[in-house]
């Protein structure tokens, strides 16, 4: 995961504990999770919104697994 912390000490242990999050669903899925801290925020906001990211990913792998 290309990972890019918060500035902002208020977020940094959330920041941190998600990136502890998103290494273990890379390594559970064999997938890349591009996340960025300051930008993202959204897409990690709800236990949902990170199985709907995953799932993208995966299709998105897949996709382009098989158009190889």
Do not use: Q
């Amino acid at each position: 995961a290309m990972l890019v912390f918060t500035e902002d000490p208020v977020r940094y242990k959330e920041t941190l504990d998600l990136a502890v999050i998103v290494f273990d669903i890379e390594d559970t899925f064999g997938i890349e999770i591009p996340y960025n801290a300051n930008e993202e925020v959204e897409a990690f906001a709800t236990v949902g919104s990170v199985v709907d990211r995953v799932k993208s990913i995966i299709a998105e792998t897949k996709a382009s697994g098989a158009a190889a």
